[in-house]
């Protein structure tokens, strides 16, 4: 029995598919924001000994990490609302995704800062420089650079991970795809078409930001 491929049905919903492709770009990019500030302050306070706040951070990043997405985004979208807390689908899949990825970029500034060696913490110390001003002109210009590759990474992984918000109603690509398999039965065609859109997005990505992480080494060169 041979395969047998009929694009016409995914073909006729394409702008249904790209609408979805704008919420997927815009639920990412959103999320990929709040992660960064997020992780980006977390990371600085766990990579500064071990006050309380560090302690809270700790636990905070290994409950996150150590648990799936999917029941992160279903306890935003399903189990809010049994204490009495009613979310828009769109505000649960952002604050799943970021807070999500906050603690994977928490992680990255840590190691990050903490590579940086620390005689140069003392070298502007020596300078008169508070531990502050140490920090945020001498230590994370350093660090930003080398967070770079593995932050590429994870905005990567987001692209990705955005596919399961499609399971709390929200109408991005997946969930247009599903729509179209409902009525069209073409699966297997529609899932293909779906993956050629996730690659091109994680491609034109990686492309991106390889070229704004080549153009900060050769600054930091210069």
């Not at 692209?159 to 795809?177: C, P, Q, R, V």
Request: glycine share 8%; proline share 4%.
């Amino acid at each position: 029995m041979g395969l047998d491929l009929d694009f016409t049905p995914v073909i006729e919903s394409f702008p249904a598919l790209l609408d979805g492709t704008m919420i997927t770009i815009s639920v990412t990019i959103i999320s990929l924001i709040i992660a960064c500030v997020i992780g980006m302050l977390i990371g600085v306070v766990r990579s500064n000994g071990n006050s309380v706040l560090s302690c809270f951070f700790n636990v905070y990043v290994s409950v996150i990490r150590g648990t799936p997405l999917l029941v992160q985004l279903f306890i935003w979208y399903y189990g809010l609302p049994r204490v009495g807390i009613m979310l828009p689908s769109f505000l649960c899949g952002i604050l799943g995704l970021s807070l999500y990825s906050s603690a994977y970029i928490s992680e990255i500034v840590r190691g990050a800062i903490q590579s940086i060696e620390k005689g140069q913490m003392e070298a502007a110390r020596s300078l008169g420089m508070s531990k502050r001003q140490g920090m945020t002109k001498i230590i994370i210009p350093q660090a930003i650079v080398r967070m770079l590759p593995p932050l590429g990474n994870e905005f990567i992984a987001l692209i990705k991970n955005s596919a399961l918000i499609s399971l709390i109603t929200i109408h991005d690509l997946m969930h247009e795809g599903t729509n179209i398999i409902s009525t069209s039965y073409r699966d297997l065609e529609t899932y293909l078409v779906i993956a050629v859109i996730y690659f091109v997005l994680t491609n034109i990505s990686t492309f991106i930001l390889r070229s704004f992480e080549n153009r900060q080494l050769k600054s930091q060169a210069n």
